[in-house]
């Protein structure tokens, strides 16, 4: 059984304020053990799409930053480049985002490496020879550092139920074309009485895989990569995946696949800490967000990537949910609150990430 500690967002004093609670549980869980002094430590993040404020604060990465530098290690941010067409698709455009969010200094002590450089063609390619892939595509910079501290964000994800560690670590670090090999496996549709033709969709499909006849939006699937970029920003939900149950398994488990790989060879040296906060319904890649469909819960912290997302749902899913939010069912407490917005088993990349070793679904929650 895998230890996870959890810390509530109540205080009432500075002593238990977020940044303090961070500390705690950074030293509770043990994460002051996964790296030794001189060590490159990448800080795995979500710098967020431009347009989005759902993201991580900073001054929460600030935290995480001043704990690795205290305890010896020499961190950096990093993430690596999007496969849609957006403002973090290359290493300039994704830089200045992330300045532009509050990632840099003074706010936070550390520099910002794009872990697939330039143009997301800085890859490492390791194999790992399971169900999905022989082999992963990654940023280069995720299989240079020493060791890794992911740092997530828990949130909804229209292909895999929601996005956490699993995530931000796997499809996170994919190189461009490791996010294309993930992606492969979905293809969006279009619900036509609904397409209002406005071309959205076409202006972001970064394949042109998408055209406008007679007014509405039709998707050549031989072009289409899956990236699910026209679901996103349609503002008439008028694409969906239609029923992709076993795409929907697939990504999951390519995405258990890249942390296995990204993982591999380096056990113990990765830390996890999530926050359950703005649980908004989308990915922080879109570029807007909608409200929050539960009340913000607190953070986690743990060792094991798979307890950390199974105690994440599981808060959520414990949680009420809030009315006048894109979840209109599910609310009450106990309910599948990822299930009612995507209607997808999200638990999935949970169960193949247990059975191929990455950690274990049950586990302990340490409340402090």
Known sequence: MADVFFADLRTESEKDNVPNKIGRLFKKAGLDGTFSKGDLVGVKTHFGERGNTAFLRPQYLAKVVDLVSANGGRPFLTDSNTLYVGMRANAVDHLETAALHGFSYPVVNAPVVIADGLKGKDEAVIDVDLKRCRSIRVGSAAMQADSIMCVSHMKGHMLTGFGGAMKNLGMGFGSRAGKLDMHMEVTPQVKKEKCRG????????????????????????????????????????????????MDSTAIQEKIAEYCYGIMKGREGRFGFITFIMDVVPYCDCAPFNDAPIVPNVGILASKDIVAIDQAAADLVNGSPGLKGTKLKKGMKVGDDKFKALFDLDWSVQLEYGESIGLGERRYKLTKL
Do not use: Q, W
């Open 198 to 245: 406005c071309g959205t969709c076409v202006r972001k499909c970064p394949e042109h895989a998408i055209k406008l006849s007679k007014r509405k939006a039709m998707i050549d699937d031989e072009k289409c990569i899956g990236c699910g970029e026209c679901l996103v920003v349609c503002p008439y939900s008028a694409v969906d995946f239609g029923d992709c149950c």
